[in-house]
Every structure is written in structure tokens, then in C-alpha cells.
T-cell receptor
Framework: DTAVSQTPKYLVTQMGNDKSIKCEQN?????MYWYKQDSKKFLKIMFS???????INETVPNRFSPKSPDKAHLNLHINSLELGDSAVYFC???????????FGPGTRLTVL | QKEVEQNSGPLSVPEGAIASLNCTYS??????FFWYRQYSGKSPELIMF????GDKEDGRFTAQLNKASQYVSLLIRDSQPSDSATYLC?????????????FGKGTKLSVIP
């Protein structure tokens, strides 16, 4: 069984479009995250949610909005996509007090 | 700004040798330290974590932490070609919840058969 899953795996779209990436975890964790990994492989946290509350919001443009319908899901919605948004987006989950974050397989977003 | 620095490599070692990966961090109050491995095109996976000064061993892997020098390293003994990957150092900065991690840019390791 997949612990952390993301859909879609690949997403190719035009500048200016709006898109969503979905994430689900079946580990029972209470915290979920979104990371962005750029072309230089730098992994940077964007958001985390704990028990449906946003607890970290780094300097991310407000075109990005996380939505968590329940503690097993954390979706990422992106408005008005820009070329610089092209990257791999990873979802992850963990216990708040845990040592390990489990990562999903990633979504490769390409904005043309 | 809290930073985590790693040599981007690539670091090339022959099969069977010891690979040494290094990481420094800027926040002196950082509490916990992690090493993730990421194969090309795959997601990061945790190899080890360390909280206390000194060494922590797990199989062929040893993590070393020196908080006074703000330095953490990962040693891989008897390196195998399957160890070829990018290794990411991650730090839990002071004041953050236990869940917040700052990652370095990673060191690419190549183990030559």
C-alpha cells in the first residue's frame, strides 16, 4: 500500500492557467507538508498543515493555496501559473513529534 | 536566515571505499539533524537522524554530530554502486516545531564499480 500518494505525477500546462495537485497519506500522521524542488535539486518547504491548521507559510506567493479537507489530504492549488513555477512538488507527512517525514513520489510541473 | 550548507559534489569514490559527506548549519540552537537519500527521479527517504554529539551507527552508515562546530557528517562504509544518489542534510532549527526542517542543497555521490 502506498503511504503517501500524489496525483498527477506529471503536469504540463500553459502560463496563466490554474492547476491543482492532490496528496493523500494513509499513515495516520497528523502533519502534512508541501515542498518545492527546483532544477538545482534544492528542496524548500512551502507549507505544512497540522490537524487542519496551517502552521508554516514560508515566503510563497499567494498564488499558491493549500487546502486540507481532512488530516489525510493536503491539496495544492496554484493560480496564474508562471514559468518559474516549473519544478517538482513533493508532498510529505509525519507525526508532529516524529523523527521522519515520509515523502510522496512527486509531481513534475512544467509551465510552458 | 537559517542555512544548511553542503558541498554539491559530485563526490566520486571507488566501490568498497568510505564515502564522507559533510554538512554545516548556521543556527547554533538547532536540535536535530537528518540525512535523506534521493535517487535520481525519486523522492527523498530518511537514512538516519541524530540528536546528540558524537557518532551514531546503523549498518554501513555512521552519522557524526559536533554541535560546537555546527557540523554534521555521514560516513558510508564499503560503498556500493547502489549508494550512488544525492544525499540531503536537513536540520530542525531552534524554535521551530519538531516538524520543521531546513534542507541543504545536497551532495551527489557516485560510487564507481
Amino acid at each position: 500500500d502506498t503511504a503517501v500518494s500524489q496525483t498527477p505525477k506529471y503536469l504540463v500546462t500553459q502560463m496563466g492557467n490554474d492547476k491543482s495537485i492532490k496528496c493523500e497519506q494513509n499513515l495516520g500522521h497528523d502533519t502534512m507538508y508541501w515542498y518545492k524542488q527546483d532544477s538545482k535539486k534544492f528542496l524548500k518547504i512551502m507549507f505544512s498543515y497540522n490537524n487542519k491548521e496551517l502552521i508554516i507559510n514560508e515566503t510563497v506567493p499567494n498564488r499558491f493555496s493549500p487546502k486540507s479537507p481532512d488530516k489525510a489530504h493536503l491539496n495544492l492549488h496554484i493560480n496564474s501559473l508562471e514559468l518559474g513555477d516549473s519544478a517538482v512538488y513533493f508532498c510529505a507527512s509525519s507525526w508532529t513529534s516524529g523523527n521522519e517525514q515520509f515523502f510522496g513520489p512527486g509531481t513534475r510541473l512544467t509551465v510552458l | 536566515q537559517k542555512e544548511v550548507e553542503q558541498n554539491s559534489g559530485p563526490l566520486s569514490v571507488p566501490e568498497g571505499a568510505i564515502a564522507s559527506l559533510n554538512c554545516t548549519y548556521s543556527d547554533r540552537g538547532s536540535q536535530s539533524f537528518f540525512w535523506y537519500r534521493q535517487y535520481s527521479g525519486k523522492s527523498p527517504e530518511l537514512i538516519m537522524f541524530i540528536y546528540s554529539n558524537g557518532d551514531k551507527e546503523d549498518g554501513r552508515f555512521t552519522a557524526q554530530l559536533n554541535k560546537a562546530s555546527q557540523y554534521v557528517s555521514l560516513l558510508i562504509r564499503d560503498s556500493q554502486p547502489s549508494d550512488s544518489a544525492t544525499y540531503l542534510c536537513a536540520v530542525n532549527p531552534q524554535g521551530a516545531g519538531s516538524y520543521q526542517l531546513t534542507f541543504g542543497k545536497g551532495t551527489k555521490l557516485s560510487v564507481i564499480p
